[in-house]
């Protein structure tokens, strides 16, 4: 089956993108023609690897002649209408950006994550009010609920969608999306096929890997870690826009002398990183689509104590993987850890438990042959 992807970017980004890149090269190896169609300027030749053809014009359905196509992000309306229009089209839902308003899917004042379909709530919590994109001028601007409902209608017109989890689907659901055409694939990056479980730690660390972005929580985490009994070392990984408003609240609980931030890390240097770390935290306020970064903890042996936003319950099973906690309860997250500090047979049992998981539930061939049969039941 020869696939047409669909995507604003033909470069390294995200988390988006790099599922796009290996889900493009694992397709290819099965012996299916990749393409992209891409909206943005530049384009990176590695990137572009797995694809036979590439190109930012529509020629490119002439001359490639797909027999699927499988849009990842865009924000060119008429183009999907188009496609829907002209061949079997599938899109990959990777995030809130369909049915959100706002993008997050939590409320910016409250914090709360939103259960409502995209409607009057969207004024009544004020996700309506957003940072303007452009340094000059006014710094906010506001989003018509009007242009929601016209990217969900110009969606509607498509054979199939994928999501990562269940909770992605019952959003879309809501959204009059109707059940039957949503497929949950678990999104499972290729790495993790060379991932291999790591000894036990019994030093006290705890790992926070991600962005450091509101909508990641180390905010949380940090009022969580100032509750904690048990001695204890944090390190987080990553940058990001929250970063100094962490710092500042790390000093302000009197945790800066436990709390190192390492800044940005390199992926292949992830590793000593998990094998100096009792158990992982995925401490996310917005409802996460997935949640791979909790996978990849898990795969190498470490428990993940974890919120129960969006699609994390998916992957961390309580008492089996990990630990999980009712979305932004601080308190029941700072027990969560304490738990696992002071209870080394548990976190031990925990991490045997969350690498059989991985193995045994979570393959990047596994997510192939269940895409692959999405998309032939989409022609």
Not at 126 to 154: D, E
Not at 230 to 259: F, M, N, Q
Not at 268 to 276: D, I, P, S
Not at 318 to 340: K, T, Y
Request: overall charge positive.
């Amino acid at each position: 089956m020869r696939v047409l992807h669909i995507h604003q970017r033909a470069s390294y980004f995200g988390g988006v993108e790099q599922i796009l890149h290996d889900t493009a090269e694992g397709l290819s190896s099965k012996g299916w023609p990749q393409a992209l169609l891409y909206l943005d300027s530049g384009a990176d030749p590695d990137f572009l690897s797995p694809f036979t053809d590439s190109d930012k014009s529509d020629s490119i359905i002439g001359r490639f002649r797909p027999d699927v196509a499988l849009v990842h992000k865009t924000e060119d309306l008429m183009q999907i209408a188009a496609l829907a229009g002209s061949l079997p089209t599938v899109r990959m839902v990777h995030d809130h950006d369909l049915v959100c308003l706002r993008r997050h899917k939590y409320f910016p004042l409250s914090g709360r994550i939103c259960e409502h379909a995209a409607g009057p709530a969207c004024y009544q919590n004020l996700c309506c009010v957003q940072r303007s994109p452009s340094p000059a001028g006014f710094p906010i601007v506001l989003r018509s609920l009007r242009s929601q409902r016209k990217t969900m209608a110009a969606n509607r017109g498509m054979r199939r969608f994928i999501v990562g989890s269940r909770w992605m689907r019952a959003q879309l659901q809501k959204n009059d999306f109707p059940g039957d055409s949503i497929d949950v694939i678990h999104p499972v990056p290729r790495d993790l096929n060379s991932v291999r479980r790591l000894p036990f730690q019994a030093a006290p660390e705890i790992l926070f890997v991600g962005q450091v972005i509101r909508g990641k929580g180390v905010d949380l985490l940090l009022r969580a870690l100032a509750r904690v009994r048990h001695p204890w070392h944090a390190t987080i990984v990553g940058v990001g826009s929250h970063l100094d408003y962490c710092r500042k609240l790390a000093d302000e609980l009197g945790l800066a002398e436990r709390v190192r931030f390492a800044g940005w890390v390199a992926h292949r240097e992830l590793e000593a990183y998990y094998a100096h770390a009792r158990f992982t935290v995925v401490p996310s306020r917005w409802p996460e689509p997935f949640g791979m970064v909790g996978l990849e903890a898990m795969s190498r042996g470490r428990p993940v104590v974890g919120f129960a936003a969006g699609g994390i319950p998916d992957w961390l099973t309580d008492g089996v993987a990990g630990l999980l906690v009712p979305a932004g309860d601080v308190e029941g997250f700072a027990r969560a850890m304490d738990r696992l500090l002071a209870d080394h047979e548990l976190a031990y049992n925990l991490g045997r438990g969350a690498a059989s998981l991985a193995a045994e539930k979570f393959s990047h061939d596994g997510y192939l042959l269940e895409l692959m049969r999405s998309l032939e039941s989409a022609t």
